[in-house]
């Protein structure tokens, strides 16, 4: 399948992404494109020093990932783990009846590569046009070795496809429709606003369809459940995908189940 | 930023948040199996005889790691510290990751005045996953004993859910 896509030599078609650039080897005064990161406040590289920042780059290239273009497919050898820079990826399971169970939702910041016998975990799309960091797997576990300290920070940031299947199961376990959905606007809330971008209006990339399947409901009650929301003045649909949320304290209690 | 890695029980409240986790190690496991699989694991048998479920959490509260244990009588060793159904994902800094499941293990022994302590690993994964015997051997861990597998035909007892219940008569080890 897609996975000459990720060899480094670029002699076959690459449709899916772009290799943007062998972080050493940027000219002039640009020493990487990590000088220019937006994520890089929020990301694994955040607390680094120059030096290590150097090594890291080292091994590091910056790809760029079309719309709805997969990154990895689930049980595909690992070679490679990311951090994304921009950009929004859903990660999914393919359940044993071939349905699809999308797991999670990461952002720019977030890290992305969790690994089981030697394959991923599960399946990576771009929302949207994506830019992400990838390291081989080998020699950023190499790098670790050198710079112990290196590891316990990466660690901090390696466990988000994690974070986001546990925020999923929490999720899943409050009862109603409505308290599933104010409770998925609200996560996407907290998490724009950890990684510096603004909690309101909400940025929901992922279609509707997308979003039912996260929260186990059909895509005609999360549909539903927007309207209502709508029509009660508690979100307010703006373009672009974004929602405005000018009642917040109103949608927490709904989230808490009052 | 460096994250505080913490050692919790797994309780009821929990269980379901370990899920993910499980299903990342072990293919194939359904959420339904899991509850129904571990829940037993929260109660001890009695208090001299404590078992459980230990998990690794990070500072916002996400279970990165976890195993189960249970403080039984040996004859050689009075009380020891059985851990098995070790969890650790394959994540780039595991290693710190593999030191506090290690660590915490090795605390909850003492605590129970467990004299050694048993790390079971079965086939799979966990026998290829080098990074993890290093860990074991650097903190000290040998392997120890004999133990052989063989899978029986399951002639009844399958009630669906892919767990093969004991035959009458047969002893929990």
């Known amino acids: 399948m897609h996975s000459s896509a990720f060899r480094d030599d670029t002699n076959g078609a ?90 999670g939702f990461l952002f720019a910041g977030d890290f992305l590569g969790l690994i089981h016998n030697e394959a991923y975990a599960y399946s990576a799309e771009a929302l949207v046009p994506t830019r992400l960091c990838r390291f081989p797997r080998r020699r950023l576990e190499a790098l670790l070795v050198e710079i112990p300290h290196l590891e316990q920070r990466l660690l901090a940031m390696a466990s988000h496809e994690l974070a986001a299947a546990q925020d999923q199961m929490v999720l899943l376990g409050r009862k109603s429709a409505r308290e599933r959905v104010v409770s998925f606007i609200l996560m996407l809330s907290n998490s724009a606003m950890r990684h510096g971008r603004p909690g309101d209006p909400v940025f929901l990339p992922m279609s509707r369809s997308d979003i039912a399947d996260y929260l186990g409901l059909t895509t005609e009650t999360v549909s539903r459940t927007f309207t209502s929301l709508k029509k009660q003045g508690l979100i307010e649909l703006l373009d672009d995908k974004r929602i405005r949320l000018p009642r917040m304290s109103a949608l927490r209690e709904i989230a808490e189940g009052f | ?132 015997l290093t860990s074991l051997e650097r903190s000290g861990y040998a392997p120890a004993g004999v133990r052989h597998f063989k899978r029986l035909e399951a002639k009844s007892g399958g009630v669906g859910d892919g767990v093969t219940r004991p035959a009458r008569g047969s002893y929990d080890a």
């Not at chain 1, 943007?20 to 000088?35: F, I, M, N, T, Y």
């Not at chain 1, 780059?57 to 049980?75: G, W």
């Not at chain 2, 403080?71 to 593999?98: C, K, Q």
Request: charged content about 20%; aromatic content about 10%.
């Open chain 1, 14 to 103: 690459i449709s899916r992404f772009s290799l943007v650039a062998r972080a050493g080897a940027h000219p002039l005064h640009l020493a990487s494109p990590c000088d220019t990161c937006q994520a890089r406040e929020f990301s694994a590289c955040a607390p680094l020093t120059a030096e290590e920042q150097k090594r890291l780059a080292a091994i590091m290239r910056t790809v760029n990932i079309k719309l709805h273009c997969p990154i990895f497919d689930e049980a595909y050898p690992a070679e490679y783990v990311y951090t994304i820079t921009a950009g929004t990826v859903k990660v999914y399971k393919l359940l044993g009846d071939g349905r699809r169970q999308i797991t």
């Open chain 2, 1 to 132: 930023m460096v994250d505080t890695l913490t050692p919790r029980f797994l309780d009821r409240r929990t269980i379901d948040k370990a899920y993910p986790l499980v299903r990342n190690v072990v293919p194939g496991m359904t959420a339904a199996r899991w509850t129904q699989f571990f829940r037993p694991h929260l109660v001890p048998r009695s208090p001299d005889w404590p078992r459980g479920v230990m998990t690794i959490q990070n500072a916002a509260g996400y279970i990165l790691s976890l195993f189960a244990f249970e403080v039984r009588a040996d004859l050689h060793e009075s009380r020891v510290f059985y851990m098995d159904h070790i969890i650790v994902p394959n994540l780039p800094g595991r290693r710190t990751l593999w030191a506090s499941t290690i660590g915490a293990a090795e605390r909850l022994a003492e605590m129970n005045g467990c004299r050694a302590i048993w790390a079971e690993f079965r086939g799979g994964a966990e026998c290829s996953d080098t990074d993890l």
